[in-house]
């Protein structure tokens, strides 16, 4: 059991700087009350393709890994009560 928690706790740090590094390299995506007032428009070739983009692609990677980091800590937890 202990092998599995450090194979476990390995995993988890490396999400968790994973997520680090890829929530930091991100650009700000929020257009703000300027968009609002100047009708700015999301239906366009850019938008409808947005998730093929660099930026697309670490947005979900961002999601994923959050989820695989979320599940570990429930699964750590877990093992350290048992």
Known sequence: ?????GILIAIY???ALI?????LIQAKE???L???ITGSSTNNFYEKNKGRTKEGKQKK???ILSII????TIVL???YMA
């Not at 059991?1 to 928690?5: D, H, K, P």
């Not at 980091?69 to 570990?72: D, E, G």
């Open 19 to 23: 997520i680090i590094i890829l929530t």
């Open 30 to 32: 929020d257009a703000g």
């Open 77 to 79: 937890g877990i093992l």
């Open 1 to 5: 059991m202990e092998i599995v928690r």
């Open 34 to 36: 300027s968009s609002t």
């Open 61 to 63: 990677w961002t999601v």
């Open 13 to 15: 740090l490396i999400i």
């Open 69 to 72: 980091f979320a599940i570990l």
